[in-house]
T-cell receptor, first 113, second 111 residues
């Protein structure tokens, strides 16, 4: 069964460092998303991406964040200068055109120390 | 006011029990409605979509009341494997619309 895959599963980084979280969406999907979940809190929308551009972003997704689809298969989330409060589980999701279900990857746990 | 509100629980029930979860949403522009299941430290997985006419999938029944902006999930004959957090989710904004998650309701089914 096709699935969304994310790497790494866990990343520890020092405050102020740049991190790149990677996702490989399901191959025929056209809509891509990043969500995050701080421990004990709800899942929060960060950004949606379609046709090689951001279609919507939340207030959380400030200038420190960027997304890219560099090679037609990977979908990345970059955090330029990590803060302690960026520590969370980051989920990538993808969806087909016209579909209702977004399929989530298993997540990357980011720990900023 | 939170856009999607759920009672966080936990709901502790014996195997075989029937349990109901409720959810309210505040934005009347919400277009699609779902229940997701999330196991501890795992990704959310779609349990079922929710329609105004009500829909059933085995032991699970979901209902939407647009007038009251209220969504429900009923689980009959609870199994130990139903223990998880159940997330009420709404979607706005057409095909690229983001998902808005509730806090989740935790269910613990005990033998």
């Amino acid at each position: 069964e096709p699935e969304v895959t994310q790497t790494p599963s866990h990343q520890v980084t020092q405050m102020g460092q740049e991190v790149i979280l990677r996702c490989v969406p399901i191959s025929n999907h056209l809509y891509f998303y990043w969500y995050r979940q701080i421990l004990g809190q709800k899942v929060e929308f960060l950004v949606s991406f379609y046709n090689n551009e951001i279609s919507e972003k939340s207030e959380i997704f400030d200038d420190q964040f960027s997304v890219e689809r560099p090679d037609g298969s990977n979908f990345t989330l970059k955090i330029r200068s990590t803060k302690l409060e960026d520590s969370a589980m980051y989920f990538c999701a993808s969806k087909v055109r016209g579909g209702t279900e977004a399929f989530f990857g298993q997540g990357t746990r980011l720990t900023v120390v | 006011r939170k856009e999607v509100e759920q009672d966080p629980g936990p709901f502790n029930v014996p195997e075989g029990a029937t349990v109901a979860f409720n959810c309210t949403y505040s934005n009347s522009a919400s277009q699609s409605f779902f229940w997701y299941r999330q196991d501890c430290r795992k990704e959310p997985k779609l349990l079922m979509s929710v329609y105004s006419s009500g829909n059933e999938d085995g032991r699970f029944t979901a209902q939407l009341n647009r007038a009251s902006q209220y969504i429900s999930l009923l689980i009959r004959d609870s199994k130990l494997s139903d223990s998880a957090t159940y997330l009420c989710v709404v979607k706005r904004g057409g095909n690229t619309g983001k998902l808005i998650f509730g806090q989740g309701t935790t269910l613990q089914v005990k033998p």
